[in-house]
């Protein structure tokens, strides 16, 4: 059967970290009411699609800590009214420190929320203050703390390869939070954006991005720091046994996902074909389809979607299973590469070829983008 997620965008932040670009407004202290818009989104899909069984929810954003817990509790209740939802889903909140008390989490826990994605991204002020961020390194540990009373799965980012940044700083980092009894880390490289205020200031000289074999002995510290505490399941994701992250499993097993709130994007198998729908950025206009009860959706080629779960699958550390690629996509796994340049990527062993799966080295990990764009057809 396949599996389903939701996930739901919030697009405000208290303020903009000066790194980012995904879709996030500013609001400061006055955070917009969306509530009846994601719950009419949420009926309009089950209406088009019908009541899919639901194994994942995920609060992304933005900030979605900064709602309220009962508009949380109102999507929630929708979304098990419309959809037949998993006796155990994973419920995530994407939290920011600053923005949550002991009392706020204990309420996340009540209306259902059984997973914290905490947004640490460093405990070094500096760093911390460089990056934009509206939290320092104190109230990221309390928030840890708290949440650890009420949440059993906890989640924490943290971003490394930072301008200036030496491997003992991000060691010190890493060192830190593998004590604070978590179970599960995601770890990104720092990629600078276009026109977000770190790319202004290193095209205006003021900054320097770290060297990449810096950058690259961080990965490789990382991956070997970690892993007996916690083995890495996917190219920058870690857990202990069992707290791996179902809802973005499913997206990297080519799973379907219906994707609420502006911006969101979702992937939908219904019957035959395959669907694909891209909210706008703006929220006006993902208003105003929402009003005129429209939804983006357009059908998307057996072969697009298989390009797409070829990308997502080698990026896991047990890569892909060509029977279920072929299940999930409808597309032979070996129609989709150039055999040639595969079994060349399989002989200088970036890529680990098995009877009926291939995945990636751990050498060929640190090249996967030029791995994927070489053996693609
Ligand atoms: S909190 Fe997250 S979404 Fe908001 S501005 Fe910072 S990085 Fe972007």
Known sequence: MRKNSIYIHFPYCLRKC???????FPCGENVPDLMEYYLKEIELYQQKFGRKKISSIYFGGGTPSLLPSNVIEAIIEKIYRLYDVDDDVEIT?????????????????????????????????????FLGRIHSSDDAVECIESAKKYFENINCDFIYALP??????????????????????????????????????????????????????????TNHFLRDKFPQYEISN????????RHNLNYWNGGDYIGIG??????IFDGAKH??????????????????????????????????????GLRKNNGIKFNEFKQNSGVDFFDMVDVQ????????????????????????????????????K
């Open 18 to 24: 000066n790194y980012c670009d995904f879709v996030s």
């Open 93 to 129: 909140l994407e939290v920011n420190p600053k923005t949550v008390s002991d009392k706020k989490l204990s309420e996340f826990y009540k209306v259902g929320i059984n997973r914290l994605s905490i947004g640490v991204q460093s405990f070094d002020d500096d760093e911390l203050r």
């Open 164 to 221: 200036n940044q030496s491997l003992e700083k991000w060691q010190k980092n890493l060192e830190k939070i593998t004590k604070l009894d978590v179970k599960h880390l995601s770890l990104y490289e720092l990629i600078i954006e276009p026109k977000t205020p770190l790319w202004l200031w290193v095209k205006n000289g003021k900054i320097k991005p770290i060297s990449e074999s810096v950058a690259k002995k961080m990965y490789e510290w």
């Open 238 to 245: 870690y857990a202990k046994k069992g707290f791996e992250s």
């Open 262 to 267: 502006v911006s969101a994007s979702g992937r």
């Open 275 to 312: 669907f694909i729908s891209e909210n706008p950025k703006n929220i006006d206009e993902w208003k105003k389809n929402i009003d005129g009860e429209i939804l983006p959706i357009k059908p998307l080629s057996k072969k697009k979607r298989a390009e797409e779960m070829l990308i997502m």
């Open 341 to 376: 340049k595969f079994q060349n990527m399989v002989k200088k062993k970036f890529l680990i070829l098995c009877e009926s799966s291939v995945r990636t080295s751990v050498k060929g990990r640190t090249l996967l983008d030029a791995i994927i764009r070489e053996i693609i």
